[in-house]
């Protein structure tokens, strides 16, 4: 039952982590930014912070604490290659937080703020990569769940 619940709540933050990543692809754009949508983005990246939090604890609660036990992850390559490509994302996501973070107070100081567009453009080149280094998580997922490169020593 535990393990039920954790794989449900696991699937239900991934699959907010890709709706917040796509929501701010989609507001990151050069030629739609205007001061609603920086609001917007603070909200966006507040719910993304949270969200990897949530699925970072959760998911190490499931290597401990789901059916299988810590063994069959913590020897397997793809688990490594899975957790590898989170901290990737992790790294890629601090400079479009930072930047985010400070439009809010730009916002704040001036109602009518908007974020330089070549900084917009920039950041939209981080998501999408970040976005893509992302998808490669499910793969590995995938495989782990498996068996598939078990036998890390
Ligand atoms: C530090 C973060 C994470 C840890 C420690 C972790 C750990 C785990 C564990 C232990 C399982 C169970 C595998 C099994 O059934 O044997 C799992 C499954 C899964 N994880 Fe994660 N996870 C993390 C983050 C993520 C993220 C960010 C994503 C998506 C982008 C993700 C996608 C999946 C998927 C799709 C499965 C199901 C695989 C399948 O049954 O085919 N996980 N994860």
Do not use: C
């Not at 490509?85 to 992790?90: D, I, Q, R, S, T």
């Not at 400070?102 to 916002?107: E, F, M």
Request: charged share 15%.
């Amino acid at each position: 039952m535990t393990d039920l619940l954790l794989a449900i709540v696991h699937h239900l933050i991934v699959f907010g982590l890709a709706a917040v990543l796509a929501a701010e692809l989609a507001l990151m754009r050069p030629a739609a930014m205007s001061p609603p949508t920086v609001k917007l983005l603070g909200r966006f990246d507040a719910a993304y912070g949270m969200l990897s939090l949530a699925i970072l604890v959760v998911g190490f609660v499931r290597v401990w604490y789901g059916a299988k036990g810590p063994d069959v992850y913590l020897h397997n390559h793809a688990f490594w290659g899975k957790i590898a490509a989170f901290a990737v994302v992790g790294l890629l996501s601090i400079q479009p937080t930072l930047r985010i973070a400070a439009w809010q107070k730009g916002l704040k100081a001036d109602a009518a703020f908007m974020p330089p567009l070549q900084e917009v453009g920039k950041l939209r080149r981080l998501l999408l990569i970040e976005i893509h280094v992302f998808a490669l998580i499910p793969i590995f997922a995938a495989a782990m769940a498996r068996g598939i490169g078990y036998g890390a020593g």
